[in-house]
């Protein structure tokens, strides 16, 4: 069973300056009895680009109804093909495009970064176009899926709105089951990451999972992580907006413990 929650928090530089929150997520899951599906994304909008909440936000609803879409029709994900996944990213970018002609406005203007997975019972799927990661642990041992992307000036990174988008999309696909799942915006990877051996920090993720299996109130955890987020300690490590997303798989042996 899995048991997600998810927060996304306006860094302090925008609320200096009355900006939005450029960050958004979107999470489900499929299925039941045992052979449940976590679908979670994360967008996070370019800090230069005027509309770029209004991109991140049609990125993470494009993507959750694309799943959503395949899964009533599959009845499961274990198919899934790269080819599906950028027809999903692309049918992201046309949302976009047409709200950028509806706001007379360059595509630029609503760049974003996407970052998804899609974790079942015996398959898992991961894409990404630009900065932010996905990190994934079993038994205490964590790993990440992709490093957070860099673009070609420094402090610049890659987004789904770019016309290369495509060569610059990371996909995996692999067996196996993973017990946690985390993904975030770059507004924490200083404090999610460790830069010098390109590793998660196990001191971050090993309490955050303990109290996502431990809880009985998601909801009220929820806004202890929203709290978590808003934090001097945390906020103070970068003046981003910051999402993140954690999942916990927790069976009934986990429950008895």
Known sequence: MWRPIAQSLQGPSHSADGSPCQDNHSLRVFGADG??????????????????????AM????????????????????????EEVIRWC???????????IGRDCNLRELATTLVVAIVG???????????????LGSRGVYGVVFWPQSGE?????????????????DFLATAGSMSDVA????????????????????????????????????????????RFLGTDSVQSRSDDDKTLILASRRNDIDHAV
């Open 35 to 56: 052979n449940e599906t976590l679908v979670a994304c994360v967008a996070d909008g370019a800090g230069s680009a005027k509309y770029s909440d209004v991109g991140s």
């Open 59 to 82: 990125a993470c609803a494009a993507v959750l109804e694309n799943a959503a879409a395949f899964f009533e029709s599959k009845q499961q994900f274990d198919e899934l093909q790269l």
């Open 90 to 100: 692309d049918d992201a970018r046309a949302r976009i495009r047409d709200e950028a």
């Open 121 to 135: 019972a015996r398959r898992a799927f991961f894409f990404q176009i630009g900065d932010g990661a996905i990190v």
């Open 153 to 169: 000036y420094a402090n610049t990174t890659n987004f789904l709105t770019s016309d290369e988008y495509r060569q610059r999309l």
């Open 183 to 226: 993904l975030f915006s770059d507004g924490l990877e200083r404090l999610a990451l460790r830069f010098d051996s390109q590793t998660p920090h196990t001191p971050f993720f090993d309490p955050l999972f303990r109290t996502v299996r431990a809880a009985e109130d998601l909801d009220i955890l929820s806004e202890q992580l929203r």
